[in-house]
């Protein structure tokens, strides 16, 4: 080869090494070249976590990819910064749609997406069942049916699919007797019941691990919200709650206690014949009198108002939000700073519908998701709030009650109980 030509190669090489050294660092640093609007730009990413898996996933209607098989979820990059609607897809469930902003250099999330089944099956569970009490740790039912005697009590272990008959009204009395409430131990192991006899409030205490079951009568009980504690306790109580290994109860002087230690400094004004109610999750200690829900605030170790009227109310599994109603209206409150997009801070709220029909029943669907009914409708609605929330029809009851546990929805409709397949992860 020629000095002349290899000085020509040399120069070519230098040439393209000029050109195409910044074009590396620049696409290393995320820029890219925009051929619609022929310029140079920084793209941003999508990220999304769906449940269930390989479900499609559409930008502006156009299919981009699916969610793989281990992770189920899905990295979309190279994005031109603007706003998207994002559209995700499975068969046989609703789809979930959001406008999403992509901004330069940054990563847009959501990793908690949930697709609702539609038309999910319902098995009949039982029949002639007027009330159902969950246990404790949600593994156990215990239906009251109607029989030509009066009533039964009978167990339904959720995990075994068994169910076993507990005791009928006449092994109690042979005259007219009346269950007015049922309340499990802790452990789920024995319930106690409050029975109306001879114009009379008597307590039994039903042990339904043993075989078989074991009625004790227990005649009158001072203080039957007490029952099921270790110890008595030693002040008069208006208010209280287990909670694991804890005890929380609020007593006639206006101190609310965690087992023997005081949380408050200054006293709540303990008002006559007001009903109050305690709940406690995790940290997190609530007081609801009447209709007023107040929330115990550790900085200032008071009661802090936080919603009137209240109708309901729910801790998230990872007691980290609330949810509560006002019988038209649905709040979340988060307990704890989400670092997740969309990002919350510690004590904000979250205005998440409102229905011309009353909100009955509600429950935690996930940690991320509400499920509720109105009316006879039953309805399923996230709480990401970026854009619009999405808001989905589940089934329709008549009359219906709704109780959430084990992944699964029970059904009380017209004295039948119906129970769903696995609708969550």
């Known amino acids: 080869m020629t000095y002349k030509r290899r000085t020509v190669l040399f120069l070519i090489l230098l040439v393209l090494f000029l050109i195409a050294t910044p074009l590396t660092v620049l696409y290393c640093l995320g820029w890219r070249f925009d051929w619609n609007t022929k310029s140079i730009i920084q793209p941003g990413v999508f990220y999304f976590k769906v449940w269930p898996k390989n479900a499609e996933v559409y930008l502006d209607d156009k299919f981009k990819k699916k969610t793989d098989l281990f992770f189920s979820s899905v990295l979309l ?5 603007k706003k998207y609607n994002v559209e995700i897809k499975k068969d046989g469930f609703y789809g979930w749609q959001k406008n999403l902003e992509i901004n330069k250099r940054e990563v847009t999330e959501s990793k908690n ?20 009490f969950f246990s404790t740790n949600d593994k156990k039912i215990i239906l009251k049916e109607k029989t030509e005697e009066g009533w039964a009590l009978k167990l339904f272990e959720i995990d075994k699919n068994v169910k076993s008959h507990l005791i009928s009204k006449k092994d109690i009395s042979q005259e007219e007797v009346e269950l007015f409430g049922l309340k499990f131990s802790p452990d789920s192991k024995k319930i106690l019941l409050e029975i109306g006899l001879k114009e009379r409030i008597n307590y039994y205490l039903l042990e339904i691990d043993k075989i078989p079951p074991v009625l004790t009568s227990l005649g009158s009980l001072e203080k039957p919200e007490e029952f099921f504690l270790p110890s008595p306790l030693k002040k008069e109580v ?5 909670s694991g290994d804890d005890v929380y109860y609020l007593d006639d002087s206006g101190f609310l206690f965690k087992n023997e230690a005081r949380l408050n400094l200054i006293p709540y004004e ?17 007081l ?4 007023i829900l ?10 802090q108002k936080l919603f009137q009227p209240i109708k309901s109310f729910k801790f998230s599994p990872d007691s980290q939000r609330l949810v509560y109603a006002n019988g038209h209206e649905i709040w979340v409150l988060f307990l704890e700073k989400k670092y997740d997009q969309p990002q919350k801070e510690k004590g904000e709220k979250l205005f998440i519908t409102r229905f011309s029909e009353e909100v009955g029943d509600i429950f935690w669907y996930t940690n991320h998701y509400l499920i509720f009914k109105t009316n006879n409708k039953i309805k399923i609605a996230e709480i990401d709030d970026r ?8 089934a329709e009851f008549k009359n219906p009650e709704i109780f959430w ?5 029970y059904v009380l409709s017209e004295a039948n109980l119906y129970v769903s397949e696995e609708l969550t992860p």
């Not at 990059?77 to 910064?81: D, G």
């Open 77 to 81: 990059e190279n994005l031109k910064p």
């Open 113 to 132: 997406i949930v697709l609702v089944p539609k038309d999910p099956k319902f098995n009949l569970l039982n029949k002639n069942v007027e009330a159902l």
């Open 238 to 242: 208006v208010a209280l709650t287990i």
């Open 270 to 286: 303990i008002k006559k014949e007001t009903k109050y109610e305690i709940t406690a999750s995790g940290s997190n200690i609530l």
């Open 288 to 291: 609801q009198e009447e209709d």
């Open 294 to 303: 107040y929330v115990f605030d550790e900085n200032t170790k008071s009661f």
């Open 387 to 394: 854009d619009k929330i999405n808001i989905v029809e589940l």
């Open 405 to 409: 546990a084990n992944k699964k929805l």
